[in-house]
């Protein structure tokens, strides 16, 4: 056992042993990602470093960093095991359906079956439980009666305050009429509705439909560092996770900031 266990640590000091670790970990159990754009205001901010946890919803396809290239570049399989699917609500990591070399982060508001659709800025949903199970699980919610169903207006505001809605976007022509109104629709089989926190500021399923099951890369496990556009290092966000930081005052804070988008290449929107 000990000729063994010496074999392995002296593999593990050497190059090939070392690549062989780091890529293991990114493949299979985090990989490290900047937040480059404001999408997820308040919940994630611009320069938030964090690491995903890769396994949270099966094992995606490996891919590797900085080239993006599939490690069995001769498949479209965009995953290589299933596992849990996502809930309402989660943060998700996700490569973007119409390029899957780019990663998205938002939050999934609808599962499959779930129907949706938005009326002056808000977010309706009948979830595919049916009437009786949104009146027993939403009774302090808002509700309305719409085309024989019931479907609960902003149904994760209160849970997550890092959602918001940027006053100055008014419907006067000027804004894609998505931010708006959206018309009633269903979520199909094996794919999640998304939607960022700053949702005036957020390009997502609203203008591109659905995200597939297949795209899904994990949930941001904790930010190990972040710095504002001052440069200066947000020390009361390292080393917690999403939901640590939700409801606390420096949500508040955060959105006092100013709201803009950063483009960038890499990173995940």
């Known amino acids: 056992m000990k000729e063994i266990l010496s074999k392995v640590y002296k593999f593990s000091n050497s190059w090939t042993g070392t690549i062989i670790i780091v890529l293991f970990v990114i493949f299979f159990i985090a990989q490290a990602f900047r937040i480059p754009s404001g999408s997820m205001k308040d919940s994630l901010l611009i320069g938030d470093h964090l690491f995903a946890k890769k396994f949270a919803y099966g094992i995606s396809m490996p891919h590797i960093p900085f080239i993006e290239m599939s490690i069995m570049p001769w498949s479209d399989k965009l995953r290589l095991v299933d596992g849990d699917t996502p809930v309402r609500g989660d943060i998700v990591i996700f490569r973007y359906p119409h390029n899957p070399k780019q990663h998205f982060v938002k939050r999934c508001v609808a599962l499959p079956n779930d129907e949706l659709f938005l009326l002056n800025k808000d977010l309706y949903v009948h979830h595919s439980e049916g009437d009786s199970w ?100 947000r020390w009361d966000r390292v080393g917690k996770t999403p939901t640590d930081l939700e409801g606390e005052s420096h949500l508040d804070l955060a959105r006092k900031e100013r709201l803009h988008i950063d483009k960038d290449d890499h990173g995940i929107y």
Do not use: C
């Not at 699980?137 to 809605?165: C, L, Q, R």
């Not at 995200?211 to 556009?229: A, H, K, L, M, R």
């Open 134 to 233: 949104i009146k027993e699980n939403f009774k302090d919610f808002e509700t309305i009666v719409f085309s024989g169903k019931v479907w609960v207006k902003n149904p994760y505001m209160k849970d997550h305050a890092g959602i918001h809605h940027d006053d100055k976007i008014v419907n006067n022509g000027k804004y894609p009429m998505q931010l708006f109104n959206v018309s009633p629709i269903r979520v199909e089989k094996d794919n999640y509705f998304m939607m960022g926190d700053n949702r005036d500021h957020s390009n997502d399923s609203r203008f591109w439909g659905a995200v597939p099951y297949e795209n899904i890369e994990g949930t941001p496990w904790f930010i190990y560092f972040s710095i504002d556009d001052n440069w200066e290092i």
